[in-house]
Every structure is written in structure tokens, then in C-alpha cells.
């Protein structure tokens, strides 16, 4: 039952190298399909989300923060009629291209390679899908549709020149209209990302100890939500207390999301994906009050989650890590394992190039390997 403004499999604008159409699968199965099999998604499980991989089992990473992302992505997108296959697609690859350290290794190989072109965690995560993933004997990458692949670029909104590094060299392959919106599939996925993270951050934090529920309790949303737990089930204990008040965060933002985008529908009756690529500002997204309660939220995560003096303290361990191998790598591409000496082979005498081919190899790493060649191949004492 999909709406007119969704994006029908059958309207694909199909891939860069045609194939033959699956018997069982749409195009969009297929492509979220390639996504779970690619090298990279495997790696997210190996990577931080806010903690450092190894600091406790119980903490989100980057994979069960993107199964979160995509279940909350198909909820929203089946409420709305539109490809749920689309959305899960999107929101299985949209963090595909996170370094070791999440956004801490981010900043610092950024910094790293400004001289060499940047770095960003999207226009890797592009990248990876299509050019580092080689595992099809016909093309590198995963060959995604049209539509993933523009879902995975503009997810964000439209993205105006001078494109990134990746952007560039996709965009000059497919005209991805960078400029417009992306198709409401993917302003679900990066919507979802919000919801999830805001959601999983306040228990993560709470299970580490950065703040507790009563510290949760002055926040908009979050303190109306324990208020009716406490009404509805008093004296419920505190770890069923915590999950049923964080459940209805949840549902609020999921709610909001539908119904604001519900009412827009309603009101500007888009006729097909193109009215929604060219509409004034995204179709998908939180209602005014909600997007101010939220910036509560978050600001509250950053100051007592993400800068938490410990948080700081691993940050700058890994950062010395990452700032040390990058380097490392750039001097001595010989140090490279066997099946990047081609790469590094061709860069060769192009110092920028060779930058980028480094900057694959070490934004690939998860946080234990990246760890483990630090302390083989630098100082086995940090
Ligand atoms: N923004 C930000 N997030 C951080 C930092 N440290 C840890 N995090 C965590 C908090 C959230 O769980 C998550 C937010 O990052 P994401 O990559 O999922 O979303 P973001 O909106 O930054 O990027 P995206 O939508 O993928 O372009 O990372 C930090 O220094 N800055």
C-alpha cells in the first residue's frame, strides 16, 4: 500500500552497472541485502557509538545503534505508506563510514587530512558503497540503486557545492540532484538516527553512571514521561521504572514525526518522490515545540554524556592512537597489509591520493584492531 510520493521499486532509476532484476527480492531488498553482507556493516559492531568498544557489553555500538536506527525507520515509513525496504536500506548504511572511536576518530582524522582533501563520516560511508567494498566480480562497491545511494547522500538535506571528496566523485559518475530534498525514505532514516540515539544515549548514560533519573527528571519530555510512570505504576522498580519512562521518550519522538508529517502530507498532497525532492525544507521531521525540548535533551548529553570527564580521557587516549597511525601509514605504506600494497602501489608519487588510500585503510579499522596495531606497531604500553 504504498502512497503516490513513495519510491516505487518498479520506478527505480536502476544502477550505475545494470543487472538483472532478482526473482525474489525488489531492488531495494537487494540493496539493503548487499548492505548487511558488506565487510563494513560487520566492522560497526566493533565500533563506538559514545563508549569505547571494549568498555562494556552492554553499550549501544555502531551496529545495534543502526539495527535501532532501522527498526525505528521502518515504523515510521510504514506508518506513512511509504518504502520501508527504502528507508532500512538508508538507515542500515547511513553510518557505514564511521571511523574507529566514532566521532572522536572523525574529528581527528579530519583534522588529518585537511591538507589532503578532508574527511567526514558520510562521504565515507558513500565511499565504502561505492568504490572499497570489492567483492562482485563485475564492479567495486555494492552497486546500489539510485535511490540508496542518493538517500545515503542527502539524508541530511540537500547538499550544496563544493561537494566532499566522495560527493564529487559519485556525483560525477550519476547525477544524484545533490541539490534537491531526498526522497521522504531517506528523511525517515536520518530522522530515525535522532530518535534512536536520543532514546539509547539517556540509557546508556544512565548505565554508566553519567546521570542519574532524578537528573533526567528536570528535562522537557523525559520528566513527563517519569511522572506518568510513577503514576500509573508506583513503586515499580527502578530498572522497569527507567526502561517504561525511556519507552515513552520514544514513542513521543516516533509520534511527533508521524503526525507532523501526516499533517504536511495532508496539506501539500505531493503526487509522486519528485514533489518531495523539490518541496520548500524536508517533509520529515519533529514539530517545532518537540525540536526545542530535544535541543534540551541533547545539549544535556553533550555536557553530561559525550564531554563526561572520563568520556574526555578515552578521547584523548584514542585520539593519540589515531593521530599516531595515520602518520605512521603515510611515511611507511610498506607497512600496509599485502591486499593494500596495490592500492598504495598505484598512489604512488601522488601524495594525495596515497593520503586517501591510508585514510580508507585506517577509517576501515575497528576500535580493537585499531588499538591492537597501535600498541604492535607504536607503543605497546598506552
Ligand atoms: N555529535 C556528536 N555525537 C557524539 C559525539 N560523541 C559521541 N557521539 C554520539 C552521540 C550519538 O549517539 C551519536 C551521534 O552521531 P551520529 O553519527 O549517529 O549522528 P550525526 O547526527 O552526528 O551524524 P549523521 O546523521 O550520521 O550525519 O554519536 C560527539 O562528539 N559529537
Not at 526473482?23 to 559514545?50: C, E, G, N, W, Y
Not at 511522572?227 to 521518550?249: C, F, K, Q, S, T
Not at 526545542?292 to 593519540?320: C, D, G, H, W
Amino acid at each position: 500500500m504504498l502512497q503516490p510520493y513513495a519510491c516505487l521499486p518498479d520506478a527505480s532509476r536502476g544502477r550505475l552497472f545494470p543487472e538483472n532484476m532478482s526473482t525474489f527480492r525488489s531492488p531495494f531488498q537487494r540493496d539493503r541485502d548487499r548492505i548487511i553482507h558488506s565487510s563494513a556493516f560487520r566492522r560497526l559492531k566493533h565500533k563506538t557509538q559514545v563508549f569505547v568498544e571494549h568498555e562494556g557489553d552492554y553499550y549501544r555500538t555502531r551496529l545495534t545503534h543502526t539495527i535501532e536506527v532501522a527498526q525505528v525507520a521502518r515504523t515510521i515509513s510504514g506508518a506513512l505508506g511509504l518504502n520501508t525496504d527504502l528507508a532500512e536500506a538508508v538507515a542500515l548504511a547511513h553510518d557505514l563510514g564511521h571511523p574507529p572511536f566514532g566521532h572522536t576518530g572523525e574529528d581527528a582524522l579530519a583534522i588529518l587530512m585537511e591538507p589532503f582533501g578532508g574527511f567526514d563520516h558520510n562521504a565515507q560511508a558513500l565511499r565504502i558503497v561505492t568504490r572499497l567494498e570489492r567483492h562482485y566480480a563485475g564492479f567495486d562497491g555494492l552497486n546500489l540503486t539510485w535511490e540508496t545511494l542518493e538517500g545515503i547522500a542527502k539524508h541530511n538535506g540537500p547538499v550544496d557545492p563544493p561537494w566532499n571528496y566522495a560527493l564529487a566523485e559519485v556525483n560525477g559518475l550519476w547525477d544524484l540532484e545533490l541539490g534537491t530534498n531526498a526522497s521522504a525514505e531517506a528523511q525517515v532514516a536520518a530522522v530515525a538516527d535522532d530518535c534512536a540515539y536520543n532514546h539509547h544515549d539517556l540509557h546508556d548514560g544512565l548505565r554508566a553512571g553519567l546521570f542519574t533519573e532524578e537528573d533526567l527528571c528536570g528535562l522537557p519530555v523525559i520528566g513527563e514521561c517519569f511522572a506518568e510512570v510513577d503514576r500509573l505504576h508506583p513503586g515499580l522498580e527502578p530498572m522497569r521504572r527507567r526502561h517504561e519512562a525511556l519507552r515513552r521518550v520514544f514513542g513521543v519522538m516516533v509520534e511527533d514525526v508521524i503526525s507532523v508529517a501526516q499533517n504536511r502530507l495532508a496539506a501539500l498532497q505531493p503526487r509522486s518522490v519528485d514533489d518531495i525532492r523539490h518541496m520548500d525544507g524536508p517533509i520529515i521531521r519533529f514539530s517545532k515545540p518537540l525540536y526545542q525540548n530535544l535541543k534540551a535533551i541533547k545539549s544535556f548529553l553533550f555536557q553530561r554524556m559525550y564531554r563526561a570527564p572520563t568520556v574526555i580521557e578515552e578521547r584523548r587516549r584514542v585520539t593519540k592512537m589515531v593521530n599516531a597511525l595515520f602518520p605512521l601509514f603515510l611515511n611507511r605504506p610498506d607497512l600496509l597489509p599485502e591486499d593494500w600494497q596495490g592500492d598504495a602501489g598505484k598512489a604512488r608519487g601522488d601524495e594525495i591520493e596515497l593520503a586517501r588510500v591510508v585514510l580508507d585503510y585506517v577509517a576501515g579499522m575497528t576500535d580493537r584492531f585499531a588499538i591492537q596495531e597501535y600498541h604492535r606497531l607504536i607503543d605497546p604500553d598506552l
